[in-house]
Structure formats: C-alpha cells, structure tokens
C-alpha cells in the first residue's frame, strides 16, 4: 500500500511530493467544458489579454483538483475512506498554461473516529507551488484514513 495509515501519520510531519505536473491549454479547456463553465478568464483569449493577467488562466478548482491529487501516491493511495472536507482554499496568484505545479503537506491534527475503531480522521494542509516556487493554491483538507489492519 503506497498510501499512509492513520498510526503512519503524526501532526507535524511534512512532505515534499516529488511529482510534479505541466498544465496546459488542453487540462483548462477540457475542465472548463466538463464542469460547464464559460468563465472567459479561462476560455476567451481576447477577453483574458485585456485583463490584469494578460492572458488565460488556469481554472482554480482544477489546479485545486490537481493539487489534492498529486497527494495521493505520498498519503492516500488504498488508505483513504473519504475526504470529508477542504477548507481555507486560497488561491494567492494564479496558475498559467505552461506551469508546472508542485505540492508540499503539514499534517496538522488528527485523531481517532468516534463511530468507527478501525480508522481516524487527519487534517492536511496543502501548498501547491509553481515551477517558481510561488504558492498558487494552499487549503486544508480533512480526510477519513484507515488505520493498519491488526496481524491476523
């Protein structure tokens, strides 16, 4: 199992998640049409180069999707019940087509589930950089994590 268990996962601990991933044009427009929104910061050249940016970008929830995901190899793959909540989504400047997006996580608290024994609750906070190193998203997730199974 890549993903971490509950007991593997303790406040404070951080990482580094090593992969890495270029978006492009395509990942905006594709996003954009499935999720049906025709902001023309993402969609209309014209519109966007007249703006504050210069030119398109990104769909946030996208690069918020793409953050969370380049978690999981690291923290969640075969270990997550569920994500319950992201919260303090901010999104301090914003991600062009072209930019590779990075991610590092603090754990920041868990503890054990009330209703079932067998897994427990973790909030993350996550930094997704740019090839710069500039935060373009950061939020907090809280997710539902399995706890090892015991030794039969």
């Known amino acids: 199992m890549a ?3 509950f007991q593997d996962l303790e406040v404070g601990m951080t990482f580094q998640h090593g992969q890495g991933r270029t978006v492009s044009e395509t990942d905006n427009l594709l996003f954009c049409g499935l999720t049906l929104n025709p902001q023309p910061l993402h969609v209309n ?3 966007a180069s007249k703006s ?3 030119t ?3 769909n946030g929830i996208f690069t918020m999707g793409l953050v969370v995901g380049l978690t999981v190899n690291d923290l969640t793959d075969g270990t997550l019940v569920a994500n319950l ?3 303090h989504v901010v999104h301090p400047r914003p991600t062009f087509h072209g930019d590779t997006v990075y ?3 603090e754990v920041l ?3 054990e589930s009330k209703s079932k024994p067998d897994r427990g609750i973790v909030r993350f906070k996550h930094w997704g950089r740019n ?3 500039q935060v373009i998203v950061e939020l907090e997730r809280t997710a539902l994590i399995f706890k090892r199974p015991a030794a039969a």
């Open 3 to 5: 993903g971490k268990y």
């Open 45 to 47: 050249e014209d519109f």
């Open 52 to 54: 504050q940016f210069g």
């Open 56 to 58: 398109r970008i990104m």
């Open 85 to 87: 909540s992201y919260d």
């Open 103 to 105: 991610v590092e996580t």
């Open 109 to 111: 608290e868990k503890r």
């Open 131 to 133: 090839q710069k190193g």
